[in-house]
């Protein structure tokens, strides 16, 4: 099946400072990629989905200037957490949509596990 | 009440049992997702359905669009299969974004 990567699968950086985690698709060209957010326990919450070529679009209350998204290719799309703060410590999923066979699938990556002390 | 239901939220069972999920919901969708997330966090996909039942290996998913309601099953569970399971509604003309279950903790003993 189609493979979605991401890449570090974990940070820990100092508050302060910038990360930028990305997702790709392995085998598969993804116009659409999505963010997600999850703390412990809780489920997946969507931050934004990312369009090749076009600006990302945000959900609300998820400011687009703290998380700069960059779907640069098909196969793309980064995410960079501006000035890290201890709140932002959480786990980051990225998934992709695969529309072959006409059937669109969503794919997920394995996730990036951010510390920031 | 969320638009995805899912039970139980907690499941411990001993290795060997037969393990059943259950998955409600009540947004139009013409398909749903089951999802497995491991402890170490990484989510894999199990099945897409939108009819009848599919199998893979010792698990089974079925869904009645009808009675808007699914269920996934784990025949001879095995510690291994300890994880979080998750079922979310594709997105829709109506609806963008998955919409995800509120997932299944399951233990299995050994």
């Not at chain 1, 099946?1 to 991401?6: C, I, L």
């Not at chain 1, 990302?56 to 779907?71: P, R």
Request: with cysteine.
């Amino acid at each position: 099946g189609a493979v979605v990567s991401q890449h570090p699968s974990r940070v820990i950086c100092k508050s302060g400072t910038s990360v930028k985690i990305e997702c790709r698709s392995l085998d598969f060209q993804a116009t659409t990629m999505f963010w997600y957010r999850q703390f412990p326990k809780q489920s997946l919450m969507l931050m934004a989905t990312s369009n090749e070529g076009s600006k990302a679009t945000y959900e609300q209350g998820v400011e687009k200037d703290k998380f700069l998204i960059n779907h640069a290719s098909l196969t793309l799309s980064t995410l960079t957490v501006t000035s890290a703060h201890p709140e932002d410590s959480s786990f980051y999923i990225c998934s992709a949509n695969d529309l072959a066979g006409g059937q669109e699938t969503q794919y997920f990556g394995p996730g990036t596990r951010l510390l920031v002390l | 009440k969320n638009e995805v239901e899912q039970s139980p939220q907690n499941l411990t069972a001993q290795e060997g049992e037969f393990i059943t999920i259950n998955c409600s919901y009540s947004v139009g969708i013409s398909a749903l997702h089951w999802l497995q997330q491991h402890p170490g966090g990484g989510i894999v996909s199990l099945f897409m359905l939108s009819s009848g039942k599919k199998k893979h290996g010792r698990l089974i998913a079925t869904i009645n669009i009808q009675e808007k309601h699914s269920s996934l099953h784990i025949t001879a569970s095995h510690p291994r299969d300890s994880a979080v399971y998750i079922c979310a509604a594709p997105p829709t003309s109506g609806t963008y974004k998955y919409i995800f279950g509120t997932g299944t903790r399951l233990k299995v003993l050994a």
